[in-house]
Nanobody, 120 residues
């Protein structure tokens, strides 16, 4: 079992930056690929980034967001730069034993989410 708690969300202006954190408790993260997903109002949950044996990003965030993982601290981070209004969403941290996947169905554990709002 892995418990995940996100933090770091908030309100930021266009072009600003935020760093999201995901604290994991329970098992070590060494055996998990860790992903970030987001869900905007009225939209389906979408993949943002994943770090495991490989690192992948959604095209919409490539070059602006960076995912990192500290196995010793059981922490996962998402550095978000050059934020746009379309980045507004609830951001979720998730853990998968199925490798670096962009499919939400491959993730067994989820946090409760943290709200990110980008104002123009």
């Amino acid at each position: 079992q892995v418990q995940l708690v996100e933090s770091g969300g908030g309100l930021v202006q266009v072009g600003g930056s935020l760093r999201l954190s995901c604290a994991a408790s329970g098992r070590t993260l060494y055996n998990y690929a860790m992903g970030w997903f987001r869900q905007a109002p009225g939209k389906e949950r979408e993949f943002v980034a994943v770090i495991g044996s490989n690192t992948y990003y959604a095209d919409s965030v490539k070059g602006r967001f960076a995912i990192s993982k500290d196995n010793a601290k059981k922490m996962v981070y998402l550095q978000m730069n050059s934020l746009k209004p379309e980045d507004t969403a609830v951001y979720y941290c998730a853990a998968s034993t199925r490798g670096s996947s962009g499919r939400s169905t491959d993730y067994e554990y989820w946090g409760q989410g943290t709200q990110v709002t980008v104002s123009s």
